[in-house]
């Protein structure tokens, strides 16, 4: 599947499931288990993107940040799995050798691993220059 079927299926599969899906009460955020803080974050993103990317040598990170605790729910209602979001930056090569522009992503991180891609601008995200 390439990346922009990917995106597709992913974006249909977020509007469709966001009816679906209620949060999580204040008092479970509260108890839930959002694992062991991720300080080795950047590491952690930049080894995902070298496994995701078509060139990965060709990376530029503009911004990568720490994260903050944060859930999914599972589409159709399904369980929700906690971790710790952080949005980065990023820029790469396509197929044909020329740069996309920097894009954010938002990653959900769970004991040192990202679970869940999400395809769009972070809250609370400083302003691209």
């Not at 204040?26 to 995701?52: C, H, M, R, W």
């Not at 990317?53 to 720490?66: N, V």
């Not at 920097?102 to 004991?111: H, S, V």
């Amino acid at each position: 599947m390439n990346a922009l079927s990917f995106r597709l299926v992913t974006l249909g599969l977020m509007a469709f499931t966001a009816g679906c899906a209620t949060a999580p009460t204040q008092q479970q955020l509260s108890a839930a288990d959002y694992g062991a803080y991720p300080t080795n974050y950047e590491s952690i993103v930049k080894n995902f993107y070298a496994g995701a990317l078509k060139d990965p040598d060709s990376a530029q990170y503009r911004l990568i940040t720490p994260p903050q605790k944060y859930w999914v729910r599972a589409p159709l209602g399904g369980a929700v799995q906690y971790g710790y979001l952080v949005c980065a930056t990023v820029n790469a090569k396509n197929s044909f050798g020329g740069y996309i522009g920097f894009q954010t992503q938002g990653l959900l991180i769970r004991e040192s691993a990202v679970v869940h891609l999400f395809e769009f601008d972070c809250p609370n995200q400083p302003p691209i220059s």
